[in-house]
């Protein structure tokens, strides 16, 4: 019998949600400057073709693929100079790259599509899923760290994508990662949840807010509790973790038990909020809830919260 030091699922529940099925073997401590150059000079190489927040897929039958190789790129203007090495799998270089092409201009057997839409109707398998998250996150950041905080000069890219340099004053600058604490109250029989104003209509979901410096995830989730619905918070358990590429942030799912019911809600943050019942979230699940309310879809890490927590003794 394997070892077992926590009481624990044999299935971490992350691996549920989506943007996390990324099996790419990143090989992080093999990057080099030249990892890009070498990765394309390969003939298995593959890119992930993103523009405006959107990734190019192929149609392929009934199905779509994410990968373009080499000789499919130059048609759709790809800025592989500009290119990043995602890591690799069995055959060969996963890469992600800009993509200058004008959508209006894209064949008939190409679709732009963006990220969000991607994950929420499935388009491609999870694997490319987590892939294209991860890629997102580093073109995002590139594109937006061009020059140098310190100085003001221009960067370049080093090793693979993970890195910038500047060429003034040899800064080194480094890929970052927004934490955001998404958090479900909870009671025995109740669980608290809010609609954002631009929630879709209906739609109701788990409370969520940046972690800030010099601050734990549960003091953040103590405090944004607080500060948007007026709910004092006792203990923080964690659950589960989601990349979320807009453009670069780790959602970081906890349950939090409330000490109190009162909710006195920020409405500048919230359109609504409210406790509802283990009944009326397994029927907002179910689709038939009496007042038209639902939560957000299967693949959003709020969703495995207000599901794990519903279908609980």
């Known amino acids: ?8 699922p044999e299935r971490e529940p992350s691996q549920s949600v989506g943007f996390a099925g990324n099996l790419i073997d990143r090989q992080s401590e093999n990057r080099s400057d030249d990892s890009v150059e070498k990765a394309l000079e390969d003939p298995g190489a593959r890119v992930m ?16 693929d994410a990968h373009f190789l080499l000789n499919e790129c130059d048609p759709l203007e790809t800025r592989l100079d500009d290119a990043i090495l995602l890591g690799f799998d069995e ?12 959508t209006e201009r894209l064949p008939e057997t190409i679709k732009a599509i963006d990220h969000r839409s991607i994950y929420i109707q499935g ?6 899923l987590g892939a294209l998250a991860q890629g997102a996150a580093l073109l995002s ?21 993970y ?40 739609m109701y979901s788990a409370l969520a807010g940046f972690i800030e410096p010099g601050e734990t995830i549960e003091a953040a989730v103590r405090r944004e509790t607080f500060e948007e619905a007026g709910i004092r918070l006792g203990r923080v358990v964690y659950h589960a973790s989601q990349p979320w590429p807009f453009p670069y942030s780790l959602m970081i799912g906890c349950f939090g038990e409330a000490l109190s019911e009162d909710i006195s809600a920020d409405m500048n943050e919230l ?5 509802f019942s283990r009944d009326e979230v397994l029927a907002a699940m179910a689709g038939n809830h009496p007042g038209g309310v639902f939560v957000p879809p299967s693949g959003a890490i709020a969703h495995h919260l207000i599901r794990h927590w519903a279908e609980s003794e």
């Open 49 to 64: 073709l993103m523009r405006e927040g959107r990734l190019l897929l192929k149609r392929i039958e009934d199905r779509f």
């Open 271 to 275: 359109e609504d909020c409210r406790w």
């Open 123 to 128: 388009l491609i398998d999870p694997a490319a």
């Open 163 to 202: 890195r910038r340099r500047c060429s003034a004053c040899n800064t080194e600058h480094f890929p970052r990662t927004d934490p955001v604490a998404i958090m479900l109250s909870v009671t025995a029989d109740r669980c608290l949840l809010g609609r954002g104003k631009h929630f879709a209509p209906g």
């Open 141 to 161: 950041w590139h594109a937006s760290h061009g020059y140098c905080g310190r100085c003001g000069h221009r960067t370049e890219m080093r090793a693979g994508g």
């Open 1 to 8: 019998m394997p070892f077992r030091l926590f009481d624990a």
């Open 91 to 102: 055959s060969g270089p996963i890469l992600a790259a800009p993509c200058l092409l004008d």
